[in-house]
């Protein structure tokens, strides 16, 4: 794991009001941090250039789009050998359905998943139709989410260094 970059109080502000506000303007964003337009500018462009900022993104609502089904979904593989994971990775990368899939450890399962879909039939078909359907799965465990207490995409900078 790499060190991570120090950064000052600007630059951790400037990264702060970006991610909770990713349509802000440069003027608004230099005037709200107290710099001017220039040297605001270049901040950013050296965040990204740095990696800190990787993307700028739209968020959508997922009730409105008629997608209000979450689960999460544990997964495990019969072996254990790289040839399976990279095989089970790429699979899991075309399926539209998946927003997140990570490795994991302390459980019995070696993958979860977080899957979005319109309702429990959209999700059998997920699952029966593709999920289980890949090889070296042995074992699909499901939780699907009641309600949403807290739903965050910044990261909390306020700690940093």
Known sequence: MSNPLQL???DRRILELM???GRISNLELAERIGLSPSPCSRRVKALEEAGLIADHVTLLNANKLGLSLLAYIHISLDRHTPER???FDAAINGF???LECDLITG???DYQLKVIVRDMEHYQQFLLGKLT???GVTGVRSSF???RIKHETALPLEHLG
């Open 19 to 21: 991610q909770r506000h």
């Open 96 to 98: 539209s359905e998946v």
């Open 133 to 135: 359907r890949l090889d």
């Open 85 to 87: 994971f990279e095989s």
């Open 8 to 10: 000052d109080r600007t």
């Open 145 to 147: 989410v009641l309600r």
């Open 107 to 109: 459980t019995e399962a």
